[in-house]
């Protein structure tokens, strides 16, 4: 058996003093490729940034890559797709210049990128289908294809662990499955794939197996065929509108389930 990609023992997970997730176990050993299932406000979002130091741990213990979250010395060892569908900015850049930017967590201060790193980023890039734009401005880019350089952006660090928050959502289906293949290969390649969603289907040939997050619990673990439906009548699709934001929270943040709970003074 492989070393653990990732652990988490007893961890509660929220933001400022409010827990999102709560009492999680959960292993994930290097090159498995598991689906976060839930539905919108479940947690399943929460849980993964939990993983990326993005929210807080504030209780039991959460370690990536065998070391504590947030201690990762070569950060670039982990991968992130965020759960949005298109690349902005208020300065117009290139396909090759917003993958490069995934380059940096494997650089020194100062240092800038070498033929290693632009090679890095030439693959990357070809590995999601768009080696033909590579100096096209990704304001060019269609939805689809802009999700697909964001998860080019991840890999040109080369991770050991690729976490993406719901990388299928508001693009067309020739994406959708240009983005399975290209993970069936990253995968293949030995990356372990964390992939929060709340519908499997492109993906189904290459996740297998899932995790279930229903009101802040872990309810599920086991194959992905056994996991039922991802989420009840409330699960996110791209057309709702956000929710209102909650005081004390950002505004990228889902609302706290139900029955989220404070924490104060280690006290809940």
Known sequence: MSDPALRLTGATIGYGDVAIVRDADLTVRQGEAVAVLGSNG?????????????????????????????????????????????VSGA???????????????????????????????????DAVGLADRLDDPVAS??????????????????????????????????????????????????TTLLVVTHETGALSGVLTRAVVVDSGRLTYDGPLAGAGPAGGPDCHHPDEPAAPPVRGYRLDQPRPAPDAVRVRDGSR
């Open 42 to 86: 479940s947690g399943k979002t929460t849980l993964s940034r939990g993983l990326l130091g993005l929210a807080t741990v504030l209780g039991g213990t959460v370690e990536v890559l065998g070391s504590p979250v947030g201690r990762l010395r070569e950060r670039g060892r982990v991968g992130y797709v965020p759960q949005r569908h298109t």
């Open 91 to 125: 300065m117009p850049a290139t396909v090759r210049e917003v993958v490069g930017v995934g380059r940096l967590p494997r650089l020194g201060l100062w240092r800038r990128l070498g033929p290693r790193d632009r090679a890095a980023v030439a693959e990357a890039v």
């Open 141 to 190: 880019l269609s939805g689809g294809q802009q999700r697909r350089v964001l998860v080019a952006r991840a890999l040109a660090a080369e991770p050991e662990l690729l976490v993406m928050d719901e990388p299928t959502a508001g693009v067309d289906a020739a994406s959708q499955m240009a983005l399975a293949t290209v993970l069936a290969r990253v995968s293949a390649a030995g």
